[in-house]
């Protein structure tokens, strides 16, 4: 150890004792004065200051009283207490800190009338029971006094028969009341009930049992859902002769339009099911207004906006729009555009889609993936050619797969795919005339041909534009050097 350390320690030592050799010194003249002046050293204001300076034999018997106080023996400290009490008979007020112990006292007896402020809060707070019940805090009060002047040696003021026979009659009373409003809440809830059986006809196969273990694919509910949707198709269909009270406009403009949100359409990655509502909202805000030809080009990439929002995860920007229409609107007209589109159509946008019918379809074909692509081209031909304007999505989706499992040599339209797609081949037959019309016409709209002429689609438009061209004059088109422009 270092050679410094010792001096330091004896140098506090021998300060500390000379501190407490003065302080004897003090406390002996002061005891010596009280003496001779025949004062009572207690009545004194300083001597509880210097009293509380205790020796080491004084602090180690109030280190085993504190210990005993905190394991609940109480016999010694009662003792003390009554000792110093006997010392300041008749005094009113200060106890030493070495007759009263610094612990929480549990005292056995009430007896004496002169009670110190730290003793009564202690008693109070001791005997205070934790009761829940209802009353009022007075009468509480009183039962504490009379169980304190009447009972001795309880840890409670209150034995268990005085408080309990009024706390079980509420409680016993309580549960009734609670299932009886549990019932009540339980007969106003309502639960769904199950769907009923679906019976299928003769021939066809049910293929929603195989996805019932899967919750994302609700099988139970499916039949429903389709249901609901072809009963939402008669809100969302367009007039289709609303070119007539267009000043500005033709067919042929909107096929351009329709042409270029194609290019869009490819150049942002957007879902089909994107595409197909821009055009419901062009068609349906068409009308019910008069458009200008420079302000058609605004209702376009405005209504790619609105329908980016609501069917992608995350839809392009407002600048990324006006960016693609070449600068040719500010944002601000787009948003007011979007303002007026939505107010004309009520904010609905409920509209039962092609592509949802299309993959209801492709089920009952068992998924086929070139068949579906196909199909797929198909119905975008109605986004295109007007003359589609006056079916339902689920008609036109039905036709697509009928000409594409037709072209693929995919066997016949049986029972499960008229049953699922919920048309037969009769209904479907007018519209199947107008895609191979269109078909194998020459090709007007060019973004929508380069598109699926790509690997990625199979090259589902040069290969249908192939069958189209070999079997047209099987089922009575003519002219088909004619495009489509000059037969409108």
Known sequence: MPGGRPTTRQRLVSNENDENSGSTRVTRATRAKAAALNVDELSLPSKAALQSKKSTVNANAQAGQRRRAALGDVSNVTKVDV?????????????????????????????????????????????????????????????????????????????????????????????????????????????????????????????????LEDPLMVAEYANEIFEYLRDLECNSVPNPEYMSHQDDLEWKTRGILIDWLIEVHTRFHLLPE???????????????????????????????????????????????????????????????????????????????????????????DNYDIQTRTVGKYLTEISLLDHRFMAYRSSHVAAAAMYLARLILDRGDWDETLSYYAGYTEEDIEPVFQLMVDYLARPVVHEAFFKKYASKKFLKAS??????????????????THLSLDQIS
Request: without cysteine; aromatic residues 6%; proline residues 5%.
């Open 83 to 211: 000792d110093a009490k006997k010392v300041v008979a008749g005094k009113t007020g200060l106890v030493s800190k070495a007759a009263q112990p610094s612990g929480i006292q549990k005292k056995t007896t009430t007896t004496s009338t002169t009670r110190t402020a730290l003793g009564s809060k202690e008693i109070n707070k001791k005997v205070e029971p934790k009761r829940s019940g209802s009353g009022s805090g007075a009468i509480g009060a009183v039962q504490k006094r009379k169980v304190l002047a009447s009972t001795s040696n309880t840890k409670e003021g209150v034995t268990p028969e005085e408080g309990e026979p009024r706390r079980k009659k509420v409680h016993t009373a309580e549960p009734e009341k609670r299932s009886s409003k549990s019932e009540e809440i339980a007969s106003n809830v309502f639960v769904p009930e199950a769907p009923s059986a679906v019976e299928f006809p003769p021939g066809v196969r049910d293929l929603d049992s195989e996805d």
């Open 462 to 479: 040069i290969l249908t534009r192939h069958w189209a061209k070999k079997n047209a004059h099987i089922y009575g088109i003519a002219d």
């Open 274 to 364: 994107t595409l197909f509502l821009a055009v419901n909202v062009i068609d349906r805000f068409l009308s019910e207004k008069v458009v200008q030809l420079d302000r058609l080009q605004l209702v376009g990439i405005t209504a790619m906006f609105i329908a980016s929002k609501y069917e992608e995860v995350l839809s392009p920007h407002v600048a990324n729009f006006r960016h693609v229409a070449d600068d040719g609107f500010t944002e601000s007209e787009i948003l007011s555009a979007e303002r007026f589109i939505l107010n004309t159509l009520s904010y609905d946008l409920s509209y039962p889609n092609p592509m949802n019918f299309l993959r209801r379809i492709s089920k009952a």
